[in-house]
């Protein structure tokens, strides 16, 4: 008599038990690096503003940069940054500037202003004197009572957090932020 050789109801089961396991710790995996690809991509996309902007500034002339930070010698005089509290960067829009053409945040994840939507960034502009930043003595009229730091951030929200406002509601445990620093001065030496 011949003996048939087959699988036992144990050995099926087992089989089922360890193919299982492994694909939940696939399934595990494919969720993190999901959520890791996101979270690059969002940071991707907010360097490309910040620098986007850190470049617009840097572009500038000593007048309008001059303008912009608020010199006294410029015309016609306008403090808008310096010494004040982090602007939203709609103050680029200002027809000395940029005007109307500049596109203001927030932004979507695809690059269009977006102020409804989910997944918001939005960019934010500071500026200091060097005198202010340092909290030193400058002497009026030297290279350093020209220098200002710009400081340009982008905030934007965790992912499984797509309404949240971090411009006005900034939270670590629910937001992202970079900031690109700039030095420059508002006059040609």
Same mark, same amino acid.
């Given at each position: 008599?011949?003996?048939?050789?087959?699988?036992?109801?144990?050995?099926?089961?087992?089989?089922?038990?360890?193919?299982? +396991?492994? @694909?939940?710790?696939?399934?595990? &995996?494919?969720?993190?690096?999901?959520?890791?690809? %996101?979270?690059?991509?969002? *940071? $991707?996309?907010?360097?490309?503003?910040?620098?986007?902007?850190?470049?617009?500034?840097?572009?500038?002339?000593?007048?309008?940069?001059?303008?912009?930070?608020?010199?006294?010698?410029?015309?016609?005089?306008?403090?808008?940054?310096?010494?004040?509290?982090?602007?939203?960067? +709609?103050? @680029?829009?200002?027809?000395?500037? &940029?005007?109307?053409?500049?596109?203001?945040?927030? %932004?979507?994840?695809?690059? *269009? $202003?977006?102020?409804?939507?989910?997944?918001?960034?939005?960019?934010?502009?500071?500026?200091?004197?060097?005198?202010?930043?340092?909290?030193?003595?400058?002497?009026?009229?030297?290279?350093?009572?020209?220098?200002?730091?710009?400081?340009?951030?982008?905030?934007?929200?965790?992912?499984?957090?797509?309404?949240?406002?971090? &411009?006005?509601?900034?939270?670590?445990?629910?937001?992202?932020?970079?900031?690109?620093?700039?030095?420059?001065?508002?006059?040609?030496?």
């Amino acid at each position: 008599m011949k003996k048939i050789k087959a699988f036992t109801l144990i050995e099926v089961m087992i089989s089922i038990f360890i193919f299982t +396991t492994a @694909m939940l710790g696939y399934m595990a &995996f494919h969720a993190h690096s999901m959520e890791v690809i %996101f979270d690059n991509e969002s *940071a $991707q996309f907010a360097h490309a503003l910040a620098f986007n902007l850190v470049d617009e500034i840097n572009s500038m002339s000593y007048d309008s940069f001059g303008y912009m930070v608020g010199d006294q010698t410029s015309t016609p005089k306008k403090n808008a940054l310096v010494g004040t509290a982090s602007q939203a960067d +709609t103050i @680029m829009a200002d027809s000395k500037l &940029f005007g109307s053409s500049f596109l203001s945040s927030p %932004f979507n994840i695809l690059g *269009a $202003q977006d102020s409804t939507g989910s997944y918001r960034f939005y960019r934010v502009v500071r500026a200091d004197s060097y005198a202010n930043k340092t909290q030193s003595y400058v002497q009026p009229g030297t290279f350093l009572s020209t220098l200002y730091q710009v400081d340009v951030s982008v905030y934007w929200p965790k992912k499984g957090n797509p309404t949240v406002n971090c &411009f006005a509601n900034y939270s670590e445990a629910q937001c992202n932020y970079i900031s690109i620093p700039l030095v420059r001065s508002n006059h040609k030496y």
